[in-house]
């Protein structure tokens, strides 16, 4: 047997498993493609965009600007970080047109999570950047605000939406992260667009049951629906502003080590970063045998923020997520084993209508059930929590809506999952989980499911140890 220590609440839970378990860390499993010079490779993108002419260029002293960017959420906050260094040189590049300096907005593209504060701020964008745009040209996007641009229905029916800058701008530039995203295949390209500055009606055509239910949601594939969905409303987007944006994406590592830039169309940047993050982000494992146990550790604290491992809600769609990212490593009926404390703090301050949310769902036989009632939709636009979201740094209360989608995915997929140490148990129950005191009592209970001497993966620091990869058997990894 050999002892790993997984990732539990604030600290970490020693178990023991088989020595033939596959654990699957960085460093060890997998590394990186090389990082690289980001501003080198920014100002040589720049200079050569795809399918769009430089931005020096399209600049003009009368030309209004707006530059989207992601959130706290991902993209690292080191010295060499995209943002960081692609954003000044942005500006740089449009000063060097002719733009002036009052015509330039930053965007702070959080879609339905909280609104960004300028400590924040500055710790992702640099003090730089920030004392120059802000307070009145460095705001966050705000998908409740009365203004969103509203472009109707596109060609597969997803509702359209767009923050009113972004389609007033003469350039409206978007700063994306490309990186492998457990649904949806990659982010950046159109789905930066897509989530990132719409509305909560426009996140609910493709953050529901019907895409997220579906089975190319697993795997992590770039072919699937919510994917063709992402494409179809910045498309959407693009028509209906009259206008194409211009974007600057890096390919990310473990890390956020930029690894790759490319600038231009939408299609351009993801024709070009998708090879490299494809590289970056799908592993071969040393095993040709699919595993029947998948095994993880949930902290407390991951990239929503604070209280993601303890949050139930949170927490279900965590795990959804990573079974994803290893579907392609599993048996078609794996058992999931997570150990996670789920102490009841759901962290009201910036997830304030999940606790009301979970106990909504809990009348209900199933997410999907709940999610189609009239409870959850007043739930969606609940005046209280979208106020919150708008004014006091909260995540938006479509957003629980989402996450339970994703989260119902695991008790679809797995014959059963099991929660060790969780201090609610009445939380694992009420998400559809099971709950055991210990470890070991999860393995006797897998076994009785798959049969003895189950082959298990683990990926016990999958939430905190950075971009976590997706997962394939030997021989298996997409070309």
Same mark, same amino acid.
């Given at each position: 047997?050999?002892? #790993?220590? !997984?990732?539990?609440?604030?600290?970490?839970?020693?178990?023991?498993?088989? =020595?033939?378990?596959? #654990?699957? $860390?960085?460093?060890?499993?997998?590394?990186?493609?090389?990082?690289?010079?980001?501003?080198?490779?920014?100002?040589?993108?720049?200079?050569?965009?795809?399918?769009?002419?430089?931005?020096?260029?399209?600049?003009?002293?009368?030309?209004?600007?707006?530059?989207?960017?992601?959130?706290?959420?991902?993209?690292?906050?080191?010295?060499?970080?995209?943002?960081?260094?692609? #954003?000044?040189?942005?500006?740089?590049?449009?000063?060097?047109?002719?733009?002036?300096?009052?015509?330039?907005?930053?965007?702070?593209?959080?879609?339905?999570?909280?609104?960004?504060?300028?400590?924040?701020?500055?710790?992702?964008?640099?003090?730089?950047?920030?004392?120059?745009? %802000?307070? /009145?040209?460095?705001?966050?996007? /705000?998908?409740?605000?009365?203004?969103?641009?509203?472009?109707?229905?596109?060609?597969?029916?997803?509702?359209?939406?767009?923050? @009113?800058?972004?389609?007033?701008?003469?350039?409206?530039?978007?700063?994306?992260?490309?990186?492998?995203?457990?649904?949806?295949? %990659?982010?950046?390209?159109?789905?930066?667009?897509?989530?990132?500055?719409?509305?909560?009606?426009?996140?609910?055509?493709?953050?529901?049951?019907?895409?997220?239910?579906?089975? =190319?949601?697993?795997?992590a594939s770039p072919k699937g629906r919510m994917r063709d969905q992402f494409t179809s409303i910045g498309k959407a987007m693009e028509d209906g502003i009259g206008k194409k944006?211009?974007?600057?994406?890096?390919?990310?590592?473990?890390?956020?080590?930029?690894?790759?830039?490319?600038?231009?169309?939408? =299609?351009?940047?993801?024709?070009?970063?998708?090879? !490299?993050?494809?590289?970056?982000?799908?592993?071969?494992?040393?095993?040709?045998?699919?595993?029947?146990?998948?095994?993880?550790?949930?902290? +407390?604290?991951?990239?929503?923020?604070?209280?993601?491992?303890?949050?139930?809600?949170?927490?279900?769609?965590?795990?959804?997520?990573?079974?994803? @990212?290893?579907?392609?490593?599993? +048996? @078609?009926?794996?058992?999931?084993?997570?150990?996670?404390?789920?102490?009841?703090?759901?962290?009201?301050?910036?997830?304030?209508?999940?606790?009301?949310?979970?106990?909504?769902?809990?009348? %209900?036989?199933?997410?999907?059930? %709940?999610?189609?009632?009239?409870?959850? $939709?007043?739930?969606?636009?609940?005046?209280?929590?979208?106020?919150?979201?708008?004014?006091?740094?909260?995540?938006?209360?479509?957003?629980?809506?989402?996450?339970?989608?994703?989260?119902?995915?695991?008790?679809? +997929?797995?014959? +059963?999952?099991?929660?060790?140490?969780?201090?609610?148990?009445?939380?694992?129950?009420?998400?559809?989980?099971?709950?055991?005191?210990?470890?070991?009592?999860?393995?006797?209970?897998?076994? @009785?499911?798959?049969?003895?001497?189950?082959?298990?993966?683990?990926?016990?620091?999958?939430?905190?140890?950075?971009?976590?990869?997706?997962?394939?058997?030997?021989?298996?990894?997409?070309a």
């Open positions: 047997m050999q002892e #790993i220590h !997984l990732d539990y609440g604030d600290g970490k839970m020693s178990v023991s498993l088989p =020595d033939s378990a596959t #654990i699957v $860390r960085f460093g060890k499993t997998y590394t990186d493609p090389p990082k690289i010079d980001p501003v080198e490779a920014t100002r040589a993108a720049l200079a050569s965009p795809g399918e769009l002419p430089p931005l020096s260029e399209l600049a003009g002293p009368d030309k209004k600007i707006a530059i989207a960017f992601p959130d706290r959420v991902k993209g690292g906050t080191h010295a060499m970080a995209h943002r960081k260094v692609s #954003i000044p040189l942005v500006v740089e590049e449009l000063l060097k047109g002719g733009a002036k300096l009052e015509n330039i907005t930053l965007i702070c593209a959080m879609g339905l999570h909280r609104m960004n504060t300028v400590e924040e701020w500055r710790e992702y964008l640099g003090s730089d950047i920030v004392d120059q745009f %802000y307070p /009145d040209r460095l705001v966050n996007h /705000d998908a409740e605000d009365p203004g969103l641009l509203q472009l109707g229905k596109d060609e597969m029916g997803n509702h359209v939406e767009c923050n @009113r800058l972004m389609a007033e701008a003469d350039i409206p530039i978007v700063i994306g992260h490309c990186a492998g995203n457990p649904y949806g295949g %990659y982010s950046g390209g159109h789905k930066m667009v897509a989530t990132g500055f719409t509305g909560w009606r426009s996140i609910a055509s493709h953050h529901v049951p019907k895409t997220m239910h579906r089975d =190319d949601w697993l795997g944006f211009f974007a600057v994406d890096a390919v990310i590592g473990q890390f956020a080590d930029v690894l790759g830039v490319h600038a231009g169309s939408l =299609d351009y940047v993801e024709r070009m970063c998708w090879p !490299l993050a494809k590289q970056r982000t799908n592993v071969e494992l040393p095993t040709n045998e699919r595993a029947d146990i998948l095994v993880v550790g949930v902290p +407390r604290n991951f990239h929503y923020g604070p209280g993601m491992g303890s949050n139930p809600v949170l927490m279900s769609l965590a795990l959804g997520g990573q079974l994803s @990212r290893c579907w392609n490593a599993l +048996r @078609r009926d794996p058992v999931l084993i997570a150990v996670a404390n789920l102490d009841g703090w759901f962290n009201k301050s910036w997830f304030p209508s999940y606790e009301e949310t979970f106990w909504q769902m809990t009348k %209900y036989p199933r997410q999907e059930d %709940y999610l189609a009632s009239e409870e959850a $939709r007043k739930m969606s636009v609940n005046p209280e929590y979208t106020y919150s979201y708008s004014n006091y740094f909260t995540y938006h209360p479509f957003h629980a809506m989402s996450m339970l989608s994703g989260g119902a995915v695991p008790n679809k +997929r797995c014959q +059963r999952v099991f929660i060790v140490g969780s201090e609610k148990p009445l939380h694992a129950k009420a998400m559809g989980f099971t709950p055991l005191p210990t470890f070991d009592d999860a393995m006797r209970e897998a076994q @009785r499911y798959v049969g003895k001497n189950p082959k298990v993966l683990c990926t016990p620091e999958c939430f905190s140890g950075g971009a976590a990869p997706h997962l394939h058997l030997k021989g298996e990894r997409p």
